[in-house]
């Protein structure tokens, strides 16, 4: 029996990490954190898991950990680079699904996330968690730096274009839109229904934490300086993001022939599926899979690449799944198949 | 040139009422109040608004309203009763949105909205504003208890029926649902996109505050008790109420005769709609209109009676608009006619 | 391995059915068939089901089931009394999720569902498949008929209360608001988004084909007449049930004493949860639960009984399965876990 | 008295115009016509309507419109070129809202539309129907070519840029989001709500036949080739289009310089409103505004711009009325205010 934790239980992507777990025989959620909602029993936050936990949340301390084999910690940004070390330190596996260990540079989170980096130390321990393209460090790894929602998005969707120098590295534009549950379990006005609802509206335009966070990982994957531009915006639906990814072609090329590209690239990448034809959203929903479609524009030269994932699974609690199975030595698509 | 204040329009009445009143050449806004939000321009917080309005939002100050003619207060329960009285006092016409001025008995206040009621010296000056009902005491009034949203809904479907005598007085059951609108402009995880969407849930089952409304206004109107259950939902649309009803009837009727009863007790009603087939919520949106449809069940000897209302406009801003019109004289469907 | 088939995978429920059955490794769905459809891949029609099936649909042919467990039948009402008696005849267990074999009156058919009965032979074999009810003869059946979605939160609901007489018989005022699921997979202006998005409309008031099956499926538990009103709403939302019933109080009975008897009833029935709160409908989706809340009205001697379930699982697909597993000696509730 | 007749009036973008219409005390609406829905009164097929018009649509005949000063078609294109001949030669003013007339070039109508064009000779004579662009030439055009609800919004966002020279003509890069009210209104299965809500699809990448018109357009206005990707999604919301539009600089330019470069050129455009933050939909939802933002990203040298308009009002029927209004010498807002 794996014996996990649980650190930040009561938002969108913790009760989804827990409601993963849950289904798993192999896996014991021994102890979920949470700071206003401690004290509290899950299934009271999440009734959906009424009859199949008796979990109370309780505040952070890491002792209650000690015992365990691994941790996920799902708190906002500047709050995970506070309970990872101690973590880290007791010798447990360590999943964060925040920004904080995702960019190497404290230049850069400052910059982006406006908050001084506090555990610089542990950033070379880190290791950026996508299966698709870092599947054998990540077994090897101790902590994991679980990627962006909207960042695996777009890496996913041009890493096989840009590895195999189909598209130029510069000049490339990525709009992508998200559900709600993206933004956290909140209460604002701009999140209320009444605002959200039959509304969209772009976001963060030119300052999204994840800009960075593609570029570094798309740069280091293609020895080679990519940029990009990224647009977010906020869609009245709960789950989802789409991604709409413009790249210069560097060639002539069929549309077969991307493809057959792509589809050769994810050959053994089990939660990514090529598509003959446009994906959407609903596909994807409630899965770990990132689907895939490409369309090549001769007209203007440009790769035209469609991503969609559910952004809490893919783009969260899925992923960092996929990676404690990784890690842990499992089959990668344990407890994610439906 | 009428000129009017509205004291808290920031909130979504408030709003809707000033965008009404915006289109209005006869009126002129002098003065719009708000708390967390003053100082503020109106068109930053509504931007829709933009280009059509330069006011600036202001504290609540009694002395800004000394010279104009009618102030509407859309404020929540508990706080309109604290502005009313000073702005009753300098010989304004006030039109309250909330439901302070709703009830005449203070105990019942207590009750449903759990707060002692302090300004009691004002009850027997306020008229309950409904104009399908009491267009005469409101052209005469000078402080008009605007109806709550669920009450305007079910009364409206009610009163020809009891009036008539084809229904029970006891045993009526009464099922609504709105959209978050009407819960008003906060943040909170309850009314936040992700927990609304794809959710229906009831509240104050037995507990809602429109129940004592629905009930006294009915007993008045019948000259004989009437009780009703009650029971709200909160829905995944902005705006809109959707209410059915079942009562018990009293004697065999046709179908056609409920129809031409209800046509001919609202014959002078500019804004209720008899319909004979069922009534939507969608034909009423963004309108004054109320729209009823009735059905006899001879099965079950039940008339179920189904209305609809945007819960902003007929059960909100514009019945407080309708109300004003009265008050001063003017063409009822003035600037409602869209 | 259980062999089975599906005759109408193509709709909402057929494939729900498949989802559900594409995730159990003791059962291999053999042959699923469409109409308009048949040739497509399944996959082609349902995305998220890409890389988890080969199946190709194909036009219905009792000969393909010949060799099989039991067959699915998920085609519109009037459509499955078509293909049940071949199935029946080659020896297969059959579970029906339409309404052809849900009343045992063809008279009551032919009035509520505007069509004559053409398998009436069979009428006297079909077992009416809602667990909590009659497990013993649902294990001991050849033909299921599924409960319909809207009379199954009814049924559930109202058992409790009238098998122990807390209730009367007679005055039931049911009100159900539907997502669109359950009108089916079909294209018509009234289903489009355009149309359904932010409104809500009662339809079929007094002539829904559920209002028997709901009366004669109580009376017959009850030994004595139910009767019912029963008024269904459409929502803008994709899948979810929310059932409000009122029904008058035959004595004065606590709310703990009415949770307390509605938790024992259903004591062993794994997917009815009683809540001491109000339900919601998201507590639900996806999953073959049923949570019901309850509220004891002493002012107008009313129980008042909320119920939610998955239209689509435990209103069809789930509950399907749940009898299959029932019938076939398997634990009841197997695949249907999350 | 303005006498002016409606070809097409159940479909949205033609109701829209006869809502928009009947709040005109100048106007009257002489004739609607519709196909299917011929011999329906038009508040049967928009009960919002109920009690505003006594209008029956009828098929139709060209001899209706004889005396008329002007005519709005409102059909599909390829249906438009039909009845507008006939209407023109009879000496009216027409204004079509389809796509029928916005390409001068046959051969790209014929690629992008899938059609021959039978109205060439006409070409000659339709003025695209901007008024921000083309103001004097619709004040003395008999016959309009309503702009595309996308082209609306890409130009729009573009013209100031582009006219000034401060963006690459080439490699401009559109993603666009619409409501489902853009497809019209029709009953099929992609446009149903189970299929559409919590769902984001791109759809005609690479193909849609607004790309010619913006072209064309653009490259006509800069007087040098214009051109550009464009992707369209379809959105989960009823009205209203997002466009997002990336183009690169050809300078180092301040952000306020180019607020104030298209606040300018914008001037004497009364539904246009350039915006200091980022626009959102629900600001011009139900209103003839077009609100614009932009952000000059330095990091990518790039302009990204923002626009948002309701595909129904701006994008259709709003549009057509203020080209009606310039027409015929009226005030440019009249009937279009709120």
Same mark, same amino acid.
């Given at each position: 029996?794996?014996?996990?934790?649980?650190?930040?239980?009561?938002?969108?992507?913790?009760?989804?990490?827990?409601?993963?777990?849950?289904?798993?025989?192999?896996?014991?959620?021994?102890?979920?954190?949470?700071?206003?909602?401690?004290?509290?029993?899950?299934?009271?936050?999440?009734?959906?898991?009424?009859?199949?936990?008796?979990?109370?949340?309780?505040?952070?301390?890491?002792?209650?950990?000690?015992?365990?084999?691994?941790?996920?910690?799902?708190?906002? $940004?500047?709050?995970?680079?506070?309970?990872?070390?101690?973590?880290?330190?007791?010798?447990?596996?360590?999943?964060?699904?925040?920004?904080?260990?995702?960019?190497?540079?404290? %230049?850069?989170?400052? %910059?982006?996330?406006?908050?001084?980096?506090?555990?610089?130390?542990?950033?070379?321990?880190?290791?950026?968690?996508?299966?698709?393209?870092?599947?054998?460090?990540?077994?090897?790894?101790?902590?994991?730096?679980?990627?962006?929602?909207?960042?695996?998005?777009?890496?996913?969707?041009?890493?096989?274009?840009?590895?195999?120098?189909?598209?130029?590295?510069?000049?490339?534009?990525?709009?992508?839109?998200?559900?709600?549950?993206?933004?956290?379990? !909140?209460? $604002?006005?701009?999140?209320?229904?009444? #605002?959200?609802?039959?509304?969209?509206?772009?976001?963060?335009?030119?300052?999204?934490?994840?800009?960075? #966070? @593609?570029?570094?990982?798309?740069?280091?994957?293609?020895?080679?300086?990519?940029?990009?531009?990224?647009?977010?915006?906020?869609?009245?639906?709960?789950?989802?993001?789409?991604?709409?990814?413009?790249?210069?072609?560097?060639?002539?090329?069929? %549309?077969?022939?991307?493809?057959?590209?792509?589809?050769?690239?994810?050959?053994?990448?089990?939660?990514?599926? @090529? !598509?003959?034809?446009?994906?959407?959203?609903?596909?994807?929903?409630?899965?770990?899979?990132?689907? @895939?479609?490409?369309?090549?524009?001769?007209?203007?030269? %440009?790769?035209?690449?469609?991503?969609? @994932?559910?952004?809490?699974?893919?783009?969260?609690?899925?992923?960092?799944?996929?990676?404690?199975?990784?890690?842990?030595?499992?089959?990668?698509?344990?407890?994610? #198949?439906?």
């Amino acid at each position: 029996m794996i014996r996990v934790g649980i650190v930040g239980a009561s938002g969108y992507s913790g009760m989804e990490a827990m409601r993963l777990l849950l289904r798993r025989k192999d896996i014991k959620v021994e102890a979920a954190t949470a700071s206003s909602s401690a004290g509290q029993r899950l299934d009271a936050l999440a009734p959906g898991l009424a009859g199949r936990s008796d979990l109370v949340l309780e505040e952070f301390d890491a002792k209650r950990f000690e015992d365990l084999d691994l941790a996920f910690v799902a708190l906002p $940004s500047g709050e995970g680079m506070k309970v990872v070390p101690p973590l880290y330190d007791m010798g447990l596996r360590v999943i964060d699904l925040g920004g904080d260990f995702r960019l190497q540079s404290t %230049q850069l989170y400052q %910059q982006y996330y406006k908050l001084p980096h506090t555990a610089a130390s542990l950033l070379g321990c880190a290791v950026y968690g996508l299966p698709e393209l870092n599947k054998k460090t990540i077994a090897a790894a101790r902590l994991i730096a679980n990627p962006g929602c909207y960042a695996t998005s777009a890496i996913l969707g041009l890493l096989p274009a840009l590895m195999h120098g189909i598209v130029e590295q510069k000049g490339i534009v990525i709009t992508s839109a998200s559900g709600t549950s993206g933004a956290g379990r !909140k209460g $604002s006005v701009d999140l209320s229904f009444s #605002e959200v609802n039959e509304n969209v509206k772009a976001y963060k335009v030119g300052s999204h934490q994840h800009v960075p #966070e @593609i570029e570094t990982v798309l740069t280091s994957a293609c020895k080679g300086p990519v940029t990009v531009s990224f647009v977010p915006h906020l869609l009245p639906i709960t789950r989802g993001i789409y991604t709409t990814i413009h790249a210069t072609l560097t060639q002539s090329i069929a %549309q077969e022939d991307v493809l057959r590209l792509y589809s050769e690239y994810f050959e053994k990448a089990p939660f990514v599926r @090529i !598509k003959a034809d446009i994906p959407q959203i609903t596909s994807v929903t409630r899965t770990n899979y990132c689907d @895939i479609g490409v369309y090549v524009q001769e007209r203007t030269k %440009q790769l035209i690449i469609m991503t969609v @994932i559910d952004n809490l699974i893919k783009g969260a609690a899925g992923q960092a799944i996929q990676n404690m199975n990784i890690m842990l030595g499992l089959p990668e698509e344990l407890g994610l #198949e439906s």
